[in-house]
């Protein structure tokens, strides 16, 4: 595989599998984990913003619990990883605390990124870490999940946080280097793809599953990861990370398969906005905020003249322009009573309408489609504008 500077990213999502970061006797594997944060540390240096999915928790937590190889109990893999996340947590902020930087943890489950209202949530605590410099360091809600201990979906996870913040690229360190026509440690004649154009049937089928106890995701949730990513326009890789400094290996040109990108990326969260047949109501607009929207910006309450519908936040509603027609969609940000108390204020003045600190968007950029100038066709615009 060629080098890639990874530097040239402007986002990049790392996944860590639980076999990279914890041995089977021993724990946690602090020396790995510390090169491999040297790694991030650069590339924050160098102005890379780096999210971290790391999985671990539940081997960690077995490990300090004493529990052994065995198959845990749904029960006893919730009380495990309560243990192992205390431990992880400690871990990646103390050796990012090495190099001055600050970690923030993030515990989610799929369910998380998929409902609406709670994926608002969980992209407004990850992007504002990200603007003060931190970096998150996201896992599985392990202490909660049921189906997620069972079947293990922290790549398919890291995806979906990685499209949810617009990263540009997905890195999947396991204890494999790549992609093979066959699982290699089962057919001797199992050849390493380079590249993958598209995620087509026929590599599908090439999946295999786990190598490890501790591995709880196979080829095929990657798989699924690439699906996710490529199709969201970010390219993904899948490596090796038995080596200290995974990153840096990469760099390097060590044996990895790339994922590229989708040329004509599927926008699917938009798509999906765009698409609901019965917005759960409508929000009028002036003419000032109608041209901010097509700006790329997003639309504050100050723009706001017309609230009307049962709606709660995260529904869509529909973006009424002074004209009368629709002028896009949007997921809302408030529900339909807050939405009417601040119609028409600025935002200094919704604090104390509304009794608590709130978002200053009434509907942000990133969760609004435009309806194109002309009928019969949408467009998606403003995703790297500024709000007003």
């Not at 994926?119 to 360091?137: D, F, Q």
Request: hydrophobic share 45%.
């Amino acid at each position: 595989m060629n080098r890639i500077a990874l530097s040239s990213y402007r986002r990049i999502t790392v996944k860590i599998g639980s076999a990279l970061l914890v041995d089977r006797t021993s724990g946690l594997r602090r020396e790995w984990l510390a090169a491999l944060v040297d790694d991030v540390a650069r590339l924050s240096a160098a102005g890379t913003e780096v999210l971290v999915v790391s999985s671990g928790a539940i081997a960690l937590g077995r490990t300090i619990l004493g529990l052994g190889r065995r198959t845990l109990r749904l029960e006893e893999s919730q009380a495990a990883a309560s243990v192992g996340q205390i431990a992880l947590a400690g871990a990646w902020a103390g050796e990012l605390g090495r190099h001055g930087l600050t970690s923030g943890q993030v515990l989610v489950t799929l369910g998380d990124t998929e409902e609406r209202r709670r994926y608002l949530n969980v992209r407004a605590t990850i992007s504002t870490l990200l603007k003060m410099g931190a970096v998150p360091v996201i896992n599985e809600n392990d202490t909660v999940a049921t189906t997620e201990i069972r079947y293990g979906d922290n790549d398919r996870l890291a995806a979906r946080v990685a499209t949810m913040v617009g990263c540009d690229l997905l890195i999947l360190l396991s204890d494999v280097d790549g992609l093979y026509t066959a699982p290699p440690e089962r057919d001797a004649n199992a050849h390493f793809i380079p590249v993958v154009d598209t995620i087509t049937p026929e590599i599908m089928a090439m999946a295999g599953d786990a190598s490890s106890e501790l591995s709880r995701g196979g080829m095929r949730t990657k798989l699924d990861a690439g699906r996710i990513a490529t199709g969201a326009g970010a390219a993904m890789i899948i490596a090796s990370g038995k080596e200290m400094n995974p990153l840096s290996a990469i760099e390097r040109g060590a044996r990895a398969t790339l994922f590229r990108p989708s040329p004509t990326p599927v926008r699917a969260y938009k798509t999906w906005i765009a698409g609901q047949l019965e917005p759960a109501g409508r929000i009028g607009v002036d003419e000032g905020a109608l041209k901010a929207l097509r700006s790329g910006k997003s639309l504050l309450p100050a723009g706001v003249k017309a609230v009307s519908g049962a709606f709660s936040r995260g529904d869509t509603v529909a973006i009424i322009g002074p004209d009368g027609q629709e002028a896009g969609r949007g997921l809302v940000a408030y529900d339909a009573a807050d939405a009417v108390k601040i119609a028409g204020l600025k935002t200094s003045d919704i604090a104390d309408v509304l009794g608590y600190e709130a978002r200053a968007a009434m509907v942000h950029r990133d969760d609004l489609v435009l309806s194109a100038r002309h009928p019969g066709k949408r467009e998606v615009e403003g995703q790297n504008a500024q709000d007003a």
